[in-house]
């Protein structure tokens, strides 16, 4: 790992020289790229462990198939350094190619993005990205190396080979689509789960228009259509929120954070949301601000979340000089601008980290309450 810290670095120092030159796909991926795939342990020179120019059905090419015993496990299409990655069409080429060979990663990147898709999702191709990774410090917003390192390290041949990446895909999607059946359910619920809710409470005296209501509440959809429909926001330029923190310009709401997010990086989001909301059920409430969705409880600020592509922003209302062993992904911005509100700010881009930072969320609930 320590290579691919050193190559990204040096890679990132370089950037805004190499975008001056407006590389090609070919320099890009001779400069960028395989620096990057061998910094991952790929050996690009081995074409038993990649295969260049990988032949597909339709009789054209992804540049390069990364393979574990001979067999290709991850597609990697590069893109020249210029290009935004978003056109639908290579995005469905790539996913579409992968999924028809029985390889269930794809990656789509121009070597500064980097996007990971599970092909085998039974969804639309541009819904199958899990997650992104972005080097420009530009999208990274003072998030440290090491942690886009350790995102980036999940399609090393290492972790690739110990199925690292197979157990986060399954975890994320999984979550995702019982996450959307439950609120499915919750927000139209069927007689039958009315019913299984009131036996397991073990109290007749429960209607189920109680019941019903009750699963609303707890879904936020009361919450949610609260909220005015929220505009496209302003081109012009949002200042950022310091510690007192500003008015944003416009209104806002879910969608504006979620949409176009990788599935990941919603997961994780949902995992916050659903510990901030139990922590007092409902009596917590979401704001949506332009860069930040706030907890309040009593009108008090506990929690702020700012959803970026490959992880989480969150701030809370705790001195890191105070914290107990504080976790390596916290770090102290009582003296930088920031987002949201609260001295305390931590970078989140797995499950783990964000387990460990429930007893930190839980703690800035508890001081203001």
Wanted: aromatic share 6%.
């Amino acid at each position: 790992m320590q290579r691919l810290r050193q190559t990204v670095d040096a890679l990132r120092a370089k950037l805004d020289g190499l975008r001056k030159q407006i590389l090609k796909e070919t320099p890009t991926r001779t400069i960028i790229i395989d620096p990057i795939l061998e910094a991952l342990g790929w050996d690009v020179r081995d074409p038993n462990e990649v295969q260049l120019e990988y032949p597909t059905v339709d009789g054209k090419s992804v540049d390069y198939a990364l393979k574990i015993n001979q067999e290709p496990v991850v597609l990697v299409e590069a893109k020249a350094l210029g290009d935004p990655l978003n056109n639908v069409k290579d995005v469905t080429q790539v996913v579409g190619y992968a999924s028809n060979d029985g390889i269930a990663w794809c990656i789509l990147t121009n070597g500064i993005s980097w996007k990971v898709y599970r092909s085998m999702e039974q969804c639309p191709a541009p819904e199958k990205l899990m997650f992104e990774v972005s080097l420009d410090p530009r999208d990274t917003e003072g998030l440290p190396t090491d942690q886009l390192v350790q995102q980036m390290w999940r399609f090393s041949r290492e972790e690739v080979a110990k199925g690292t990446l197979d157990a986060l895909g399954e975890q994320t999607f999984t979550d995702g689509k019982v996450q959307k059946a439950l609120d499915a359910i919750m927000l139209d619920p069927p007689r039958q789960f009315l019913n299984l809710i009131r036996k397991v409470a073990d109290d007749s005296t429960l209607a189920p228009r109680q019941v019903r209501d009750s699963l609303g509440r707890i879904a936020g959809q009361a919450r949610t259509e609260a909220q005015p429909p929220a505009p496209k926001p302003s081109k012009g330029p949002v200042r950022r929120s310091g510690r007192r923190g500003r008015k944003t310009r416009g209104l806002y709401n879910e969608a504006h954070h979620l949409e176009d997010k990788p599935q990941q990086a919603v997961a994780l989001y949902r995992s916050i949301e659903r510990f901030c909301l139990s922590l007092r059920p409902n009596e917590i409430v979401r704001q949506y601000k332009a860069k930040s969705i706030n907890f309040e409880h009593a009108n008090r600020i506990f929690c702020s979340v700012h959803v970026l592509k490959g992880s989480l922003r969150v701030w809370l209302k705790l001195k890191y000089g105070r914290l107990e062993n504080p976790p390596p992904f916290a770090r102290d911005v009582s003296q930088v601008g920031h987002w949201g509100s609260g001295d305390l700010e931590l970078g989140l881009n797995d499950f783990s980290q964000v387990e460990a930072a429930t007893p930190l969320i839980r703690q800035s609930f508890e001081a203001l309450t």
